[in-house]
T-cell receptor, first 115, second 115 residues
Framework: GAGVSQSPSNKVTEKGKDVELRCDPI?????LYWYRQSLGQGLEFLIY????????KSGLPSDRFSAERTGGSVSTLTIQRTQQEDSAVYLC?????????????FGEGSRLTVL | AQSVTQLDSQVPVFEEAPVELRCNYS??????LFWYVQYPNQGLQLLLK??????LVKGINGFEAEFNKSQTSFHLRKPSVHISDTAEYFC?????????????FGRGTSLIVHP
């Protein structure tokens, strides 16, 4: 596809379960971002991958959150032992090289509901 | 560290009226500024960006924004809005931090255009 693809689009899970959210960026984009969008809270940065460099994990809210990017392409965000406060829309974005010269291209998001 | 403040969480306006969505930022270094729009059930897409040069930037759908360094603002304007402009608008700032450029987003402004 031409755009950033995220799956699943919707996920309902029970408190305490683990979830995996997938992001397939635009081909050729070396930078990949995960953000979390909660109602009225805007976009909260989670993690940033740039090429083969070590990811910037400074936005991850707890050690229950982790992410990996395999082969410089697809990324998976994993949330372990989900809590109700993890309910949000998780957005993935990708871009060319450095963001200062370009724009972020966003997927439609994965809506996570923790019961 | 950088931050973004969108002063209005919601802006109601009548069709064909002008609108201004306000954005202020703080940063200790030079910044790049962006406005993104999110239509219902869609991902964010870029409206316009300021990287350097002319402080008045024009974007898609008739929107424009003016970078004001002294007031640290980047307000978004449109002289005549349409029903289809109803959406969530996000201001974002990007500045170098530890070699990375990770955009910080505001909380968003919901533009509601009434017929």
């Amino acid at each position: 596809g031409a755009g950033v693809s995220q799956s699943p689009s919707n996920k309902v899970t029970e408190k305490g379960k683990d979830v995996e959210l997938r992001c397939d960026p635009i081909s050729g984009h070396t930078a990949l971002y995960w953000y979390r969008q909660s109602l009225g809270q805007g976009l909260e940065f989670l993690i940033y991958f740039q090429g083969n460099s070590a990811p910037d994990k400074s936005g991850l809210p707890s050690d229950r959150f982790s992410a990996e990017r395999t082969g410089g392409s697809v990324s998976t965000l994993t949330i372990q032992r989900t809590q109700q406060e993890d309910s949000a829309v998780y957005l993935c974005a990708s871009s060319f090289n450095r963001v200062e010269t370009g724009e972020l291209f966003f997927g439609e998001g994965s809506r996570l509901t923790v019961l | 560290a950088q931050s973004v403040t969108q002063l209005d969480s919601q802006v109601p306006v009548f069709e064909e009226a002008p609108v201004e969505l306000r954005c202020n930022y703080s940063s200790s270094v030079s910044v790049y500024l962006f406005w993104y729009v999110q239509y219902p059930n869609q991902g964010l897409q870029l409206l316009l960006k300021y990287l350097s040069g002319s402080t008045l930037v024009k974007g898609i759908n008739g929107f424009e924004a003016e970078f004001n360094k002294s007031q640290t603002s980047f307000h978004l304007r449109k002289p005549s809005v349409h029903i289809s402009d109803t959406a969530e608008y996000f201001c974002a700032v990007s500045a170098p931090s530890g070699g990375s450029y990770i955009p910080t987003f505001g909380r968003g402004t919901s533009l509601i255009v009434h017929p």
